[in-house]
Each structure stands twice: as structure tokens, then as C-alpha cells.
């Protein structure tokens, strides 16, 4: 099946940092991904659906100034949390699209703590 | 709006029997896919199955087959034969229209006893 990675797969940083996440689709071309936040015991929430070539799109609540998103290729969409905060501690989870399918592949996911 | 509701937070289930995992779901747009994904404490998100709105038949892959009732709108997975490593937690999910935008439920953590 399709492969997704996510790197890092864990990050610790200080409160005030941008961290960078990488979504990478190794055998597909992806027009589109997803990102998804999931805090501890609870669901996975949409965040944003990232477009190649275009702006991404994010859900209600969701600050764009502070998660940027580039999806620059149709490989590669990058997440940045900026000024990260304790409250930004979470599972970050990617997705990627197939074109022409509904099969949604996901990364490993990214486990950020903001100290 | 669209929405998935899965209502059993915690299931049992002894070793080498069936289970059903509820999930039910509300949306007005007639074309959607329903899926089921397991989450093993890695965190990772492993696709089991899936279930499109207009399928005349109960998808089915392998231990795992979906009971859809579209009049009742439901989707529950029903694991058959359990084993160790189905301890998990289990999300139900939909997608919609041409967004391919996923909408999860609460999520059902399983465990299989011994």
C-alpha cells in the first residue's frame, strides 16, 4: 500500500520556538493532505487540508498565522507551528490523498512538546 | 453538518470472541464513505475498512466486516475471533461530498482479554 512518513517523529522544544513538520507521500504523488491534531485520549480534529500550489484551507478555530502550511510539491506538505506553547503539546498526524481514490493514507504521526 | 458519534468509550472483549464496535453517523449529502481505523498505542493509524453510501453489500476484509444500515445510520465494525493485538483504540470516520475531508468519532478503546 501507499506510504506516508512524518518527520520528525518526536520533538521537544521551549516555549516561544517554531518547529517544522515534514508529511512526505513516498510512492504516490498527493495533491492533497490533511493535517490533524489529536490530544491525548481523545479524537482526531482537522486542522487544515493542504493543496498543492494553493493556500491551504483551515477549519474553524484554527489559527493559519499559527500553523503555516506549504505544500509545496506534490510530495511534501510542511506543518509550522510557530511561538509554540505548552498548550500547542500534541499528536500532530498527517494525511494524504490518492488522486482518483477515496483512500486517505496517514503518516506515523509527530509528538511535539512545547516545554 | 455532518457528524459521527461513537458511544461506547471502552469495550472488552475475551480472546477468540466477536465484538461490535458502534459508530453512527448524520449527514444530508447522499454520496459519503464511512471507514474504520485502528490506533495501536504507537499512534499510528491503520485503515481495516470502508463502506461507500451507495455499496449494496456489507464491506468485509478478512476478521473485520461492517454491519451498514444506511435507513438507521449506522456503521458498526464488527471484529470476529479476537485476538491480542486487536487492543487498540478504534475510530470511526466519514467522509463526504469531494472534499475528502475526514470527520472521526470519539474513538472506542478495545481490550482482549486472555
Known amino acids: 500500500g501507499a506510504v506516508v512518513s512524518q518527520h520528525p517523529s518526536r520533538v521537544i522544544c521551549k516555549s516561544g520556538t517554531s518547529v517544522k513538520i515534514e508529511c512526505r507521500s513516498l510512492d504516490f504523488q498527493a495533491t492533497t493532505m490533511f493535517w490533524y491534531r489529536q490530544f491525548p485520549k481523545q479524537s482526531l480534529m482537522l486542522m487544515a487540508t493542504s493543496n498543492e500550489g494553493s493556500k491551504a484551507t483551515y477549519e474553524q478555530g484554527v489559527e493559519k498565522d499559527k500553523f503555516l502550511i506549504n505544500h509545496a510539491s506534490l510530495t511534501l506538505s510542511t506543518l509550522t507551528v510557530t511561538s509554540a506553547h505548552p498548550e500547542d503539546s500534541s499528536f500532530y498526524i498527517c494525511s494524504a490523498r490518492a488522486p482518483g481514490t477515496t483512500s486517505q493514507y496517514f503518516g506515523p504521526g509527530t509528538r511535539l512538546t512545547v516545554l | 453538518a455532518q457528524k459521527i458519534t461513537q458511544t461506547q468509550p471502552g469495550m472488552f472483549v475475551q480472546e477468540k470472541e466477536a465484538v461490535t464496535l458502534d459508530c453512527t453517523y448524520d449527514t444530508s449529502d447522499p454520496s459519503y464513505g464511512l471507514f474504520w481505523y485502528k490506533q495501536p498505542s504507537s499512534g499510528e493509524m491503520i485503515f481495516l475498512i470502508y463502506q461507500g453510501s451507495y455499496d449494496q453489500q456489507n464491506a468485509t476484509e478478512g476478521r473485520y466486516s461492517l454491519n451498514f444500515q444506511k435507513a438507521r445510520k449506522s456503521a458498526n465494525l464488527v471484529i470476529s475471533a479476537s485476538q491480542l493485538g486487536d487492543s487498540a483504540m478504534y475510530f470511526c470516520?466519514?467522509?463526504?461530498?469531494?472534499?475528502?475531508?475526514?470527520?472521526f468519532g470519539q474513538g472506542t478503546t478495545l481490550q482482549v482479554k486472555p
Open positions: 470516520a466519514m467522509a463526504w461530498g469531494n472534499t475528502g475531508k475526514l470527520i
